[in-house]
């Protein structure tokens, strides 16, 4: 039998409102994703821990120093059945890894928002291969804040 995981993305622009909090996390509890990846949550350390405690299931944060164009999260339904192995951040809170074991699979989740600027968007991305692990099966989401085709995809 086929064991499977619903991963979904979501760019929130902020999660400080408690009311866009709980939609989010209704939203996500909703669409029965079991791990969701979350960029720009504007998130400030300080509050983590209350946010955290707001998901009813395990959530990871990265909150870097300017909360206002940073901050990931990556949020793991209640009672999820995967080990832990080790989780990763970079230290502006763009970068979010975690690595676990599913089904008896090692995968890696790397949850990303990248920079708006082109000049900083190649470092950023030469900086990600530091944090993948060649043991694990890579699945790479976010905001890759590209836009290919301005006229089509803005």
């Not at 059945?81 to 890894?97: N, Q, Y």
């Not at 190649?122 to 699945?139: M, P, Q, R």
């Amino acid at each position: 039998m086929a064991v499977s995981l619903l991963i979904g993305t979501i760019n929130v622009n902020g999660l400080h409102d408690a009311n866009k909090r709980k939609t989010t996390y209704e939203f996500i509890g909703n669409k029965k994703i079991d791990i969701a990846l979350i960029q720009e949550t504007h998130s400030e350390l300080s509050l983590e821990n209350t946010w955290r405690n707001d998901w009813d299931g395990i959530s990871f944060w990265n909150s870097g120093p300017q909360k206002r164009s940073s901050g990931v999260a990556i949020l793991l339904r209640k009672n999820l059945d995967l080990k832990i192995d080790f989780i990763e951040k970079d230290t502006e809170g763009k970068i979010l890894s975690l690595c676990f074991t599913f089904n008896k699979t090692k995968l890696q989740i790397i949850n990303i928002y990248a920079p708006n600027s082109p000049a900083s968007r190649g470092n950023f991305f030469k900086n990600i291969t530091n944090f993948i692990k060649a043991e694990y099966s890579l699945i790479l989401g976010g905001d890759f804040n590209m836009v290919e085709d301005i006229q089509l995809d803005r």
